[in-house]
């Protein structure tokens, strides 16, 4: 996992954080809020509990997911937990680039939803 931070803006990458490893950083009061949330997992439902998620309290988030993958994800209780925050997708959106100068953020899509 890394936190980038410039100015009021942050992102957390979570890569492959699972539910310990959630639990561990809440439990020990962690330095978690961020901007942007890079959702762990591709968006499995093993990941980004409720508990995790409002320590973080992300405005957005972004799901690294391949289109029509064969595990279906990101899951449903996932998407749902992110409610109602904007989630760019990369089985939706195609590449999602986003950049801060530290008190705003641009968010690039490669295509608009379908």
């Given amino acids: ?22 639990t561990y950083l809440t439990n020990r009061h962690a330095d978690l ?3 942007v949330l890079k959702v762990a997992h591709h968006g499995s439902a093993g ?12 405005l957005t988030a ?8 064969r595990f ?10 992110l409610e109602p925050r904007p989630v760019f997708r990369t089985d939706v959106h195609g590449d999602v680039e986003m ?7 641009w968010v690039e899509v490669e295509r608009e939803e379908e």
């Fill in 47 to 58: 990941s980004t509990s409720p508990d995790f998620l409002e320590a973080v309290s992300p």
């Fill in 1 to 22: 996992m890394l936190k980038l931070t410039l100015g009021e803006a942050s992102f957390l990458l979570t890569a492959d954080l699972g539910a310990k490893g959630e």
């Fill in 72 to 81: 279906g994800l990101p899951s449903p209780e996932t998407l749902g937990r």
């Fill in 99 to 105: 950049s801060t100068d530290g008190e705003r953020l």
């Fill in 33 to 35: 809020r961020a901007t």
């Fill in 62 to 69: 972004v799901v690294s997911v391949g289109r029509d993958n």
